[in-house]
């Protein structure tokens, strides 16, 4: 990994020391993770609740004009699995991106860090309070979510990660309007691949492509924050249908 070029990059405003010091966290975090003996408990976790999640928005899921940008959100920006190598190029790349993109990018690009690292913290954590319980991620069923849900020490980052969807998503649909992205992305494409770092650009246009086809992502969003806060209600309140929501959200 490329803990060493975090730490050593000359940061000059803001966005970029809160990016740097973002990944320095998530970078450590991964590298715990790593070999942790619930580390594969806790790719169970979140495959679970990528089902959870497909299931509560399935309507907005199967909405033609939703389906690619939640896609891109459920296997994209909540994949902790598979990305290893992606999250190892951002890191090795650090000091060009401080150097030539600008503050609002950066600003971006750290609240999609700030958002994974939350939510792989999160899972981890309900690995470890399954565990605790002896029982088994594999068989978690939606009642032993819930009771370990409840027992959580991080309620108010459970609350942090709803909003920075919101935030995220925003952000997103803003500058996938611009199609000058569009073009250096295409652009870029093969001096990425010279630069070892065709995952990354891969990332990027998938997010751009399934963000650009969206309409009424302001709508997407809104529909997505009050089901999962309503979601998080019902857990905490010991709803007997917890992920059941009303047709009206």
């Not at 690292?117 to 605790?132: C, K």
Request: aromatic share 8%; proline share 3%; glycine share 2%.
């Amino acid at each position: 990994m490329y803990r060493e070029r975090l730490v050593g990059t000359e940061v000059r405003s803001q966005s970029a020391r809160r990016l740097q010091t973002l990944l320095l966290d998530y970078h450590d975090f991964r590298y715990r993770k790593a070999d942790h003996r619930l580390s594969s408990s806790a790719h169970i976790i979140a495959d679970w609740q990528v089902e959870r999640l497909k299931k509560t928005h399935q309507d907005l899921y199967q909405n033609p004009h939703y389906q690619a940008g939640l896609e891109f959100l459920l296997t994209d920006l909540y994949a902790p699995a598979s990305m290893t190598r992606r999250d190892d190029n951002i890191d090795r790349v650090f000091p060009k991106m401080v150097k030539w993109l600008p503050d609002h990018l950066l600003e971006t690009l750290a609240g999609l860090v700030e958002l994974n690292l939350i939510t792989q913290q999160l899972d981890f954590e309900l690995a470890e309070l399954l565990d605790e319980r002896d029982i088994h991620a594999a068989a978690v069923t939606a009642e032993d979510f819930c009771v370990a849900y409840r027992a959580s020490q991080k309620l108010e980052q459970r609350r942090k990660q709803i909003l920075l969807v919101a935030d995220v998503g925003q952000q997103l649909d803003r500058y996938v309007r611009n199609r000058t992205l569009g073009w250096l992305l295409t652009m870029s494409r093969t001096p990425a691949d010279m630069a070892d770092l065709s995952d990354l650009h891969d990332f990027l246009h998938r997010g751009y492509s399934a963000f650009r086809r969206m309409d009424q992502v302001n709508l997407l969003i809104d529909r997505l924050v009050s089901r999962e806060q309503q979601v998080m209600d019902n857990i905490l309140n010991g709803h007997p249908e917890p992920f059941v929501l009303p047709d009206s959200l």
